[in-house]
């Protein structure tokens, strides 16, 4: 198996052993995002609202350098540190993925590295996804 690794100086780079994103095979999958400034290197300032945009801005910006857009996105996984801040986080996430709404889990964890309140990380995949009506063989482009 091949894998290229995506980064970009646009979101916060990998502190540890790992990547931004990895892709092998069109399939794209990302660090979870926290909420870090990648020009401060610090936590958004404010609460869950605005941490969750930073979330969204860095995985747009890694996205971004692979070519792709939230469109890409087939699967979420939302942690927060609290699961109070649902509510409000998913108000934030509804205004960056507006339609063809990728499959997501979200749960609170125990505790978020600097204190953070929310991580995001996102599953991609690049080119055309199959349609269910596709793959049952009832998509009448796919029969003539």
């Known amino acids: ?73 087939i699967k979420t996984t939302v942690y927060l540190a609290d699961i109070k801040d649902f509510a409000a986080m998913n108000e934030i996430y509804a205004k960056h993925i507006t339609s063809d709404y990728p499959a997501r889990s979200a749960f609170q964890v125990g505790a978020l590295p600097m204190g953070a309140l929310v991580e995001i990380e996102a599953l991609c995949a690049r080119g055309e996804i199959p349609t269910v009506e596709y793959l049952k063989g009832e998509c009448s482009s796919c029969n003539a």
């Open 1 to 73: 198996m091949s894998k290229s690794v995506i980064a970009t100086s646009n979101a916060p780079a990998a502190i540890g052993p790992y990547s931004q994103a990895i892709c092998t095979n069109g399939i794209i999958a990302t660090s979870g995002q926290f909420p870090i400034d990648p020009a401060t290197g610090k936590l958004a300032e404010g609460g869950i609202k605005e941490q969750t945009e930073q979330c969204f801005k860095n995985l747009e910006a890694i996205l971004a350098e692979a070519d792709l857009t939230v469109d890409n996105i």
